[in-house]
């Protein structure tokens, strides 16, 4: 079984401060990690993945994240956000050995960027 | 390139009334399809996913069903709504174990 825990229901922030938003997972086999980013009453996008290779991801909109497999976490980093970036963020762990992607989301973190 | 179309957007239903949510996928071939459901303030659950035509895996047991009656065509039923059932529901595929595309959703309120 696998579990992820989003520690941070909601995080303010200033505009143009850094943020990140913490995720910690649990598998008993290799995963690949993934954090989506939800806009009011739309579907999810995906920011970032980590599948293997190296451990700090590069995804869109200036957000990066880290995979540290000692401490399971994959933590989500932006070093300057934008009013924009207000949304929630789900961060995904993907196990098993079959063919699907049956993916286990976290709860969420809601960013609130204000000026 | 890939869309992922879903609807209805938003659906107000009664309780005990039948309920029929359509997913179709263009621009690929045997995708892997998965409906989701978020409930107010909760995360993503997964509800079913299908790795090909008629064959359907769940993953908790509840008041719905799935179908997948073609390669791109993925369909979300109930008989008879409960109140519970009102949430965001979500629809996704992908390619293996790789990234999943998302539809917009189904806003669902039985009331």
């Known amino acids: 079984a696998q579990s992820v825990t989003q520690l941070d229901s909601q995080v303010p922030v200033f505009e143009e401060a850094p943020v990140e938003l913490r995720c910690n997972y649990s598998?008993?086999?290799?995963?690949?990690l993934f954090w989506y980013v939800q806009y009011p009453n739309q579907g999810l996008q995906l920011l970032l993945k980590?599948?293997?290779?190296?451990?700090l991801v590069k995804g869109i909109n200036g957000f990066e994240a880290e995979f540290n497999k000692s401490q399971t976490s994959f933590h989500l980093r932006k070093p300057s956000v934008h009013i924009s970036d207000t949304a929630e963020y789900f961060c995904?762990?993907?196990?098993?050995?079959?063919?699907?992607?049956?993916?286990?989301f976290g709860t969420g973190t809601r960013l609130q960027v204000t000026l | 390139s890939q869309t992922i179309h879903q609807w209805p957007a938003t659906l107000v239903q009664p309780v005990g009334s039948p309920l029929s949510l359509e997913c179709t996928v263009e621009g690929t071939s045997n995708p892997n399809l998965y409906w989701y459901r978020q409930a107010a303030g909760r995360g993503l659950q997964l509800l079913f996913y299908?790795?090909?035509?008629?064959?359907i895996s769940s993953e908790v047991p509840q008041n719905l069903s799935a179908s997948r009656p073609q390669d791109r065509q993925f369909i979300l039923s109930s008989k008879k709504l409960l109140l519970s059932d009102s949430g965001f529901y979500l629809c996704?595929?992908?390619?293996?174990?790789?990234?999943?595309?998302f539809g917009a959703g189904t806003r669902l309120s039985v009331l």
């Open positions: 980590y599948l293997s290779g190296s451990t």
């Open positions: 598998s008993s086999v290799s995963v690949y």
């Open positions: 995904a762990v993907s196990g098993g050995t079959g063919t699907a992607s049956k993916l286990t």
């Open positions: 996704a595929w992908s390619v293996g174990r790789d990234i999943q595309y």
């Open positions: 299908s790795v090909g035509i008629g064959q």
